[in-house]
């Protein structure tokens, strides 16, 4: 039987699950234990006095960094990049913020001496996967403690009781069971009252977007301007990665743009509702492809295209650092080296839209000339005519294999 960890870095959020899995660990194992939060956008609401909750909790220490710049520039926007749609709508907000903040809950691991890492993945989510390859990719000996793999608290609900008996304060009730997990990207909404599948999410529950009906009436328009696949500006004010979704957040949401709800395919096998709000990815995804349909060959956007599935489940899997995964990279970032020009996008009502898009001539594969109905001098109109017999011929073939 192993013998208890000396000191155990917890990725603390203050939330429900953390909360009580701080001072349970405290008891159960008796050793030192370094609370660590990472700062990866979620609001200063949620980080204030975090360290002071986390030291009256039960932790010997508190470590919060900022990883937001970080967050956005080598995670989100490697990503968006990609075009990654996890099952044809979810934008993968969570999934991507797990690699960066296990990997600075490693960066704590080294930087206190400590032995073992914990955290508050149920044994039934995905983020257990996502926390732990991500710890195992960096160091493959590190313990893991995962409490909800090993205490006996049937759910949410006895969490809650067992909060109240320890005078835990946690931003979860009875009455509103569902949790949150908010970053830069997205906020995700899940449990409670949503597990119910046909069940209305609450309006009240929604964060970082106004409901569409009660958007405003005039549509919104906003000029993203991309270099290399990575949006650079809007209209026109050239902003870091990191001001700028926050910027785009506030534009987008406020126009009830971003909100999905849908019935997930988990990795460890079983369905789950999420409802999720991602204003500025959803405004990102749609621009970014309006500035590709100018700037990228028609195989290679295909190709591309094709390995949107595979790049989404890798992220969504927790497989962030797997060699898979950076080879697709790779591949794909050669593609976006050619994506540099400005969508124009309509926000009206939850809707977004390109409107209008341009790229600088050397990088525009759009050809007026080429495309125009009118009459012109460079295309002939039967040369058609053999291109539609060359590829009917193998169809011709068929038919008559079949009729024989």
């Known amino acids: ?52 909750k986390a030291l009256a909790t039960g932790a010997d220490e508190c470590h ?3 990883l937001r710049d970080e967050f956005a520039g080598d995670y989100v926007f490697p990503m968006l990049r990609a075009g990654a749609v996890y099952e044809g709508s979810y934008l993968l907000g969570t999934s991507i913020a797990r690699p960066i903040i296990a990997k600075g809950q490693m960066d704590i691991v080294r930087k206190t001496g400590a032995d073992a890492v914990g955290h508050g993945a149920t044994g039934k989510g995905n983020d257990q996967v996502r926390f732990e390859l991500t710890y195992k990719a960096i160091d493959p000996a590190i313990r893991v403690i995962a409490p909800w793999r090993e205490w006996d608290f049937g759910g949410r609900n006895q969490l809650i009781a067992y909060a109240e008996a320890n005078g835990i304060p946690v931003p979860v009730t009875a009455e509103k069971p569902y949790s949150m997990d908010r970053n830069l990207l997205h906020i995700s909404f899940e449990g409670g009252v949503l597990e119910d599948p046909w069940a209305e999410p609450p309006e009240d529950m929604f964060r970082l977007s106004v409901s569409p009906e009660n958007a405003p009436n005039k549509p919104a328009y906003v000029e993203i301007g991309f270099e290399g696949g990575d949006p650079v500006s809007i209209d026109g004010d050239i902003l870091a990665p990191c001001p700028l979704m926050k910027r785009l957040n506030a534009i987008a949401g406020a126009n009830g743009v971003g909100r999905v709800d849908l ?24 621009a970014r492809r309006g500035v590709e349909s100018l700037t990228l060959d028609r195989e290679v956007l295909h190709l591309r295209d094709s390995l949107i599935p595979k790049y989404a489940e890798l992220v969504y899997n927790g497989f962030w650092f797997a060699p898979e995964r950076e080879f697709l990279q790779a591949a794909i970032d050669q593609a976006m080296a050619a994506v540099t020009g400005v969508a124009r996008v309509k926000l009206y ?14 990088n525009n594969l759009y050809q007026p000339e080429l495309a125009t109905f009118e009459e012109d001098s ?10 539609i017999r060359l590829n009917a011929l193998r169809l011709g073939v068929s038919t008559r294999g079949q009729s024989g």
């Open 349 to 362: 009502k939850g809707a977004c839209q390109v409107v209008g898009r341009k790229a600088p001539s050397e």
């Open 263 to 286: 019935v997930e395919n988990r990795f460890v096998g079983m369905k789950s509702r999420g409802v999720y709000e991602t204003p500025a990815g959803t405004v990102l995804h749609c």
């Open 64 to 66: 919060v960094l900022d």
């Open 378 to 387: 460079i295309y002939s109109h039967k040369d058609a005519e053999g291109f």
């Open 1 to 52: 039987m192993a013998s208890n960890p000396k000191k155990i870095v917890v990725a603390y959020s203050g939330g429900l699950d953390t909360s009580v899995m701080l001072k349970w660990i405290k008891e159960k194992y008796g050793c030192a234990v370094v609370a660590y939060a990472a700062n990866v956008g979620q609001g200063d609401e949620e980080l204030e006095g975090l360290e002071e």
